[in-house]
Nanobody, 128 residues
Framework: QVQLVESGGGLVQAGASLRLSCAAS????????MGWFRQAPGKEREFVAA????????AYADSVKGRFTISRDNAKNAVYLQIYSLKPEDTAVYYC?????????????????????WGQGTQVTVSS
């Protein structure tokens, strides 16, 4: 059974930093492309970042480029999202997702339909 468990969210002030983690089990993690999405209240789930299985390829949403960094540790079956200079508009539930396809990040990884497994999410709330 595949499980993706996010952690690291919380209530922070604008300008702070956070590191989100996603622990994976039940899959051969090193062969999966991983992504982060977020969903704010009343909005659709949106792409944040993705990283290929060997970390050779990454992609970011324009809205987070330069402030968010995605990374992974295949030895620990984990993917991370480092967030700097948090803004109130970053407030959302953050989800990690796994795509069983081997290869670089491609356009379809920017969409919810590009992933096979999802975690339950971790809440990030940024106060102004």
């Amino acid at each position: 059974q595949v499980q993706l468990v996010e952690s690291g969210g919380g209530l922070v002030q604008a300008g702070a930093s956070l590191r989100l983690s996603c622990a994976a089990s039940g899959l051969t993690f090193s062969t999966y492309l991983m992504g982060w999405f977020r969903q704010a209240p009343g909005k659709e789930r949106e792409f944040v970042a993705a990283i290929s299985s060997n970390s050779g390829s990454t992609a970011y949403a324009d809205s987070v480029k330069g402030r968010f960094t995605i990374s992974r540790d295949n030895a620990k079956n984990a993917v991370y999202l480092q967030i700097y200079s948090l803004k109130p508009e970053d407030t959302a539930v953050y989800y990690c997702a796994a795509d069983r396809r081997v290869g670089p990040v491609v356009v379809h990884n920017r969409y919810v339909t590009g992933y096979d497994y999802w975690g339950q999410g971790t809440q990030v709330t940024v106060s102004s």
